[in-house]
Each structure stands twice: as C-alpha cells, then as structure tokens.
C-alpha cells in the first residue's frame, strides 16, 4: 500500500506538468498567420470584392458626369473626380420612381402576405393532417413551382384581361401567388416536420383545436421558416419582370423593374446615370431586409426545435 506522502508528490508532480493542447484538429491550420492569410483572408476579401462590386458600380455610374459615361478613353471607368447628383435627382424628383417604389412595395407586401397565408394553411395539412396522398400532394405542389413564368403568363393575361383587372396593381397582387405558393408550401413543409408531434398532441389531450395549435404553438415555433418564406416571396416579388410586363402599361401603375427600363431607354439611347441610379436606389429595401433577418433566413435552413 502506497503511503500518503508519496500520493501527494504524484499529485503534485501531476498538477504541477504543463497541460498539451491537442491541436490536430478543429482549426489549428488557422493559427499561424500565413496560412491564415491564404486560407481566410485572401478567399474572404476576393468574395467580398466580388459580392459588392455591382453596387460600387451602380453607386459610380450614377454620380458620373455623361461625358465620363460615354467616354471610357480619355476618363478612367472606375472612378470619377467630378461626382454629380443629377441623376439621382432627375430619378426621384423629375420622373414617378417614388410612385414606382410605392406600386412595387404595396404589391410585394400584398402578395407576400396572400402566399404565407395560403402556404402556412397548406404545410400544415400536409404534413399534420394524416391522409393518404400527403407526400403525393405535397410533390405535386412543388412541381407546380417548377412551371416556368414565360409559359403561365400567357393564359394568366387572358384571365386578367375578363375579370377587368389589366393595367392595376392587383393583377400582379392576384398573379403573383401562383409563382409564391408551390416554393413556400414546399419550405414551410420541411420546417413543420421538424416541431415536435409530442407538443400537438400534448395539446389535443388538453382539448386544443387544430385552429388554436397552429396559431400558438406551431407558428410561434416557426417564425425563423415564416421569415425564410417570406424573404423569398418579397424578393421574388421585388424583382418580378414578366408578369408586371404583360400586365401593367400606364406609367404611373409600373414596378421598378419594369419602369426604369422602359422609362429611361430610348430606343438605341440608354441614360445609364439614371438607370444605376434607379437600380441602385430598387435595391436597397432588399439589401436591407437581409441585412435585418440573415439570422433567421439562416436558422430557418438548419432546423426548429429538437425533441
């Protein structure tokens, strides 16, 4: 038997020996600086430049002078010493961009809530409801989104055009969800199965109707996939060309997208600083609605609860 005295020295000895990290794995190839610079801020630094170049060049062309736009020779193309705002304020102060900025909003915002609502109504019966066809419906409804634009628009303007809607801001309201619906189902489908069954039927025990499990305990649990959904409607919606094309032709009831294309192009004659300035100035609702919910479009792709 080993005496007292001897297990404190083994003890001491032991506490007192410099602890080894174990470094071959995780990140340790991050730690010196080299390879840091060659793994991480040089790839990190070539995305970036890559990702905010547009805007750079959007932001530049619409302070140029139309001299420095036109000639490329004698003036360097990126960058410019003679910044001028007149684009910007023929954009917003001598045409209707703010108009357009409003049809453009009020139709995402209308559309968008028209499919979460539809969408939600859909996921849930899909995937909670017990019946036979579910999966049958649910990849029907997805395949619906794979329908290409170019070939619905066509029937979709016949039915504009008798219901009396051509030319309004409520036929893209009304079209809009046909493109909108089958994607966010098809979302909202996956991050529904991902809540735990054991909570629903906690709550069916407890004499909860479905109408009261999906208002407040499925949707409270789902406001990462409802934001994820609704991101990509309103994208969708934001930057929409052929059906606010074929739909809508005074000037006045025109999208973004559409309206600084036809407005500010006269035939072979682009006024460039106007439509960078345009384009620029439509991007940046978009730029700052993923700036403001990035984390739950993220979380959104990962999963809801764990049981």
């Not at 005496?3 to 020996?17: C, E, H, N, R, Y």
């Not at 303007?157 to 309004?168: E, H, I, K, M, R």
């Not at 036929?171 to 966010?184: G, M």
């Amino acid at each position: 038997m080993t005496d007292l005295p001897a297990q404190k020295a083994d003890l001491k000895s032991i506490l007192s020996t410099p602890a080894r990290v174990d470094n071959s794995e995780g990140m340790s190839y991050l730690q010196s600086v080299p390879r840091r610079i060659v793994t991480l801020y040089i790839p990190l630094s070539i995305i970036v430049i890559i990702l905010l170049f547009p805007f750079y060049w959007m932001g530049l062309t619409a302070i140029k002078p139309d001299d420095q736009l036109l000639d490329l020779d004698r003036y360097n193309p990126f960058w410019t010493w003679n910044p001028t705002f007149k684009h910007i304020h023929k954009l917003l102060f001598e045409s209707y961009y703010p108009h357009w900025l409003w049809n453009t909003m009020y139709v995402a915002i209308g559309a968008t809530v028209l499919s979460i609502i539809a969408s939600v109504l859909a996921a849930y019966a899909i995937v909670r409801l017990r019946y036979k066809g579910a999966n049958v419906v649910g990849g029907l409804i997805f395949l619906a989104y794979l329908v290409p634009p170019s070939i619905l628009f066509i029937p979709l303007a016949t039915v504009v055009f008798q219901y009396g809607l051509f030319d309004s801001p409520l036929a893209l309201i009304l079209t809009y969800p046909t493109i909108l619906i089958p994607f966010s189902t098809w979302l909202l489908m996956g991050y529904f199965k991902t809540i735990p069954f054991e909570l629903e039927e906690c709550a069916l025990i407890d004499g909860a109707s479905r109408w009261q499990i999906l208002i407040k305990i499925v949707l409270p649990l789902a406001i990462p996939g409802l934001i994820s959904a609704f991101i990509f409607c309103f994208t969708l919606c934001w930057n929409e060309f052929i059906y606010a094309l074929t739909f809508l032709q005074s000037t006045p009831n025109k999208t973004v997208p559409v309206a600084i294309v036809n407005e500010f192009v006269d035939g072979d004659i682009y006024r460039w600083g106007s439509l960078m300035a345009g384009a620029l100035c439509g991007s940046l609702p978009l730029v700052i609605l993923y700036a403001f919910f990035v984390e739950h479009y993220v979380s959104a792709m990962t999963g809801a609860v764990k049981e």
